[in-house]
């Protein structure tokens, strides 16, 4: 058998960057192990535009330049982009069986073609998708 692969959610990362009071410690541990090399992880560029979208907002183009440097620096993580036939082709079944959100199909999708046994979010709501084991931090 070979290595776990996990998907992550966005606000896993939210609340690693932001080191948020709540979930910040199972973040960073989650993220440690990812850089560790004990997972490897695959991360939606539909991610990416969330995490960037308030901080724009905020005209926080620093943070911006430093999230998009980490993000493209971590081991063992891979950055999908969602221009992938069968991620629409998920995405999309996913949509309809169980009416969520598109951002959170293709989040899902992309973690399912890439092959990841695992999702982790914080978002209760997705515990109702059975193609993967989604996991609440």
């Known amino acids: 058998m070979g290595q776990e692969i996990v998907g992550i959610d966005t606000p896993i990362f939210v609340y690693f960057f932001q080191r948020n009071r709540e979930y910040f410690e199972r973040a960073q541990d989650l993220l440690r192990a990812v850089e560790n090399g004990k997972f490897e992880a695959v991360f939606s560029s539909v991610g990416m535009i969330e995490l960037f979208t308030g901080l724009k907002k905020q005209k926080r183009n620093d943070l911006v330049f430093e999230y998009k440097a980490s993000l493209r620096d971590f081991p063992h993580l891979t950055i999908m982009g969602m221009l992938n036939e069968e991620v ?50």
């Open 88 to 137: 629409v082709d998920i995405a999309s079944g996913l949509r309809v069986k169980y009416n969520i959100a598109t951002p959170d199909a293709i989040h899902i999708a992309t973690a399912v073609n890439f092959g990841a046994n695992k999702f982790i979010t914080n978002d209760r709501a997705l515990k109702k998708v059975k193609e993967i084991t989604i996991e609440l931090i």
